[in-house]
């Protein structure tokens, strides 16, 4: 079955203790992005990688990391967490780097920082 | 650099009238825009797009958009909706490789 999974699903933590969220696509997508969901603000990207090696920033980067080593994952990296990157994380991976291919979601991460 | 709105947060309709969920846009280039539902405690799933072309698009469980370069909006619409369309709705624009939702729109259809 073509998904995209994540892992942990639900996460409780505490500030300044470092943490990574696993993406995983068996589509060999390689288009992969990163998004935060909070209430009446709707998803923002956080960041996305075209291919192997190669990622770039999205709209809210600030705290988070990423890297992208193989095709299949891409991991983001909370060096620090703090209260305010509680959310609910999604991963997505889309085929090619045309713009006009729809991405496909991951089931999501909620994470919460004490 | 590109937007989205839904400028409605609720829309509520009773099941077998007519659906539509608002968005416009705002984009430099050509707008790549797309429709995209969440369910409770899941994943967006892809509903449908515009690219060019046609300025309706038919979509995934009976949905359709219209798509108003005039007006920069591209309206979600389903003409007899069903009790389990209810979920949280967002419409999006991607320019480039960045993809932007607007805030979304908690559909709640009453039986």
């Known amino acids: 079955e073509a998904q995209v999974t994540q892992n942990p699903r639900y996460l409780i933590t505490v500030t300044g203790k470092k943490l990574t969220v696993t993406c995983s696509q068996n589509m060999n997508h390689e288009y992969m992005s990163w998004y935060r969901q909070d209430p009446g603000l709707g998803l923002r990207q956080i960041y996305y990688s075209m291919n192997v090696e190669v990622t770039d920033k999205g709209d809210v980067p600030e705290g988070y990391k990423v890297s992208r080593k193989e095709k299949r994952n891409f991991p983001l990296i909370l060096e620090s967490p703090s209260p305010n990157q509680t959310s609910l994380y999604f991963c997505?991976?889309?085929?090619?780097?045309?713009?006009?291919?729809?991405?496909?979601f991951g089931p999501g991460t909620r994470l919460t920082v004490l | 650099a590109q937007s989205v709105a839904q400028p409605e947060d609720q829309v509520n309709v009773a099941e077998g009238n007519p659906l539509t969920v608002k968005c416009t846009y705002s984009?430099?280039?050509?707008?790549?825009l797309f429709w995209y539902v969440q369910y409770p405690n899941r994943g967006l799933q892809f509903l449908l797009k515009?690219?060019?072309?046609?300025?309706l698009v038919k979509g995934s469980y009976g949905f359709e958009a219209e798509f108003n370069k005039s007006q920069t909006s591209f309206h979600l619409k389903k003409p007899s909706a069903l009790v389990s369309d209810s979920a949280l709705y967002f419409c999006a624009v991607r320019d480039n490789y960045k993809l932007s939702f607007g805030a979304g729109t908690t559909v709640t259809v009453r039986a």
């Open positions: 515009y690219i060019t072309g046609d300025n």
């Open positions: 997505a991976s889309s085929a090619a780097r045309d713009s006009y291919n729809e991405q496909f």
């Open positions: 984009v430099s280039g050509n707008p790549y």
